[in-house]
């Protein structure tokens, strides 16, 4: 009963190199997010799914782009990746009210 | 827009009550969260208030005022472990129902 896990859970690439994200639950919940933690900014939402198939865009969506074949998995993946990404993603989900957080991926990008 | 405030950094003293205050200004919203992050963890979800009042579980407390735009986290007989940050979010229905998140109050807890 992992409940939601995230792999890689740490990544130095390139800057210029594409890198994915995964993320897995495995309770069904309907909602899932995807965040990125940096000193001074707190928790910024980058995109969210409402349900398979349904995504959206959060607060920092440029440079990102996600996918949701699957209820339980939400991929995230920088296209090109830049400095400015280097951060600690996170990975929600959500049944209706409270989000369950994923333990993170600490991304370096040089 | 939506703006969260939270202080910075707090210490208190094993055993003490602590109050850590947020204030918040949403469009619409519609309910607020408290979140426990341990250095180098992931954030675990511990209260929600949507109706003003006080919501009790355990040692932990949560208070809302909508009409001053205000929340409170008590936390009581505080344990070393309570060292985390601690953060305040608030769901805003003009933002879609998604998550805004303050920028995290630090707890430091000293015998």
């Known amino acids: 009963d992992a409940g939601i896990t995230q792999s890689p859970r740490y990544k130095i690439t390139e800057t210029g190199r594409q890198v994915t994200l995964m993320c897995h639950q495995t309770?069904?919940?309907?909602?899932m997010f995807w965040y990125r933690q940096d000193l001074g900014h707190g928790l910024r939402l980058i995109y969210y799914?409402?349900?398979?198939?349904?995504?959206d865009k959060g607060e920092v969506p440029d440079g990102y782009v996600v996918s949701r074949s699957k209820t339980e998995n939400f991929p995230l993946t920088l296209e090109s990746a830049t400095r400015s990404q280097t951060s600690v993603y996170f990975c929600?989900?959500?049944?209706?009210?409270?989000?369950?957080f994923g333990p993170g991926t600490r991304l370096t990008v040089t | 827009g939506q703006n969260i405030d939270q202080p910075t950094e707090m210490t208190a003293t094993e055993g003490a009550i602590v109050q850590i205050n947020c204030t918040y200004q949403?469009?619409?919203?519609?309910?607020l969260f408290w979140y426990q992050q341990h250095a180098g963890e992931a954030p675990t979800f511990l209260s929600y208030n949507v109706l003003d009042g006080l919501e009790e579980k355990g040692r932990f407390s949560s208070f809302l005022s909508r009409s001053k735009g205000y929340s409170y986290l008590l936390l009581k007989e505080l344990q070393m472990k309570d060292s985390a940050s601690y953060l305040c979010a608030v769901r805003d229905r003009e933002y879609g129902n998604k998550l805004v998140f303050g920028a995290g109050t630090i707890l430091r807890v000293k015998s």
């Open positions: 799914s409402a349900a398979a198939d349904i995504t």
């Open positions: 949403t469009s619409g919203f519609n309910g």
């Open positions: 309770w069904s919940h309907s909602y």
């Open positions: 929600a989900s959500s049944p209706s009210h409270e989000q369950y």
